[in-house]
């Protein structure tokens, strides 16, 4: 069984910052590529920016220059730092990874729970 289990969500001012941390865990023996995505109410998921296991990276448009992703390889575990937040940035945010389980000649790609974001004025 593998598991994504985001946290780092919550309630943050205008301009403010937040970080979010996405943990794998479970029999894994490789992972590839990760992702972080939103979901405004209403609207569908879109990414915001990914990382391939050499760490290079991707950004959407509207979160460049604010939004930084990173992973820690050996913790199995992706971050998406975001600075000068705006309430349009008010999503559920997930993570999703491209995981290869132990005993497998394949990789699946996993989805985290969701974790909220919401900014006030």
């Known amino acids: 069984q593998v598991q994504l289990v985001e946290s780092g969500g919550g309630l943050v001012q205008a301009e403010k910052s937040l970080k979010l941390s996405c943990a794998a865990s479970?029999?894994?023996?490789?992972?590839?590529?990760m992702g972080w995505y939103r979901q405004a109410p209403g609207k569908q998921r879109e990414l915001d920016a990914d990382?391939?296991?050499?760490?290079?990276?991707n950004y959407e448009d509207s979160v460049k220059g604010r939004f930084t992703i990173s992973r820690d390889n050996a913790k199995k575990t992706v971050y998406l730092e975001m600075n000068s937040l705006k309430r349009e940035d008010t999503a559920v945010y997930y993570c999703?990874?491209?995981?290869?389980?132990?005993?497998?000649?394949?990789?699946?790609?996993?989805w985290g729970q969701g974790s909220q974001v919401t900014v006030s004025a």
């Open positions: 999703k990874g491209n995981i290869k389980r132990s005993g497998s000649d394949r990789y699946t790609y996993y």
């Open positions: 479970g029999s894994i023996s490789s992972i590839n590529e």
């Open positions: 990382i391939t296991r050499f760490s290079r990276t």
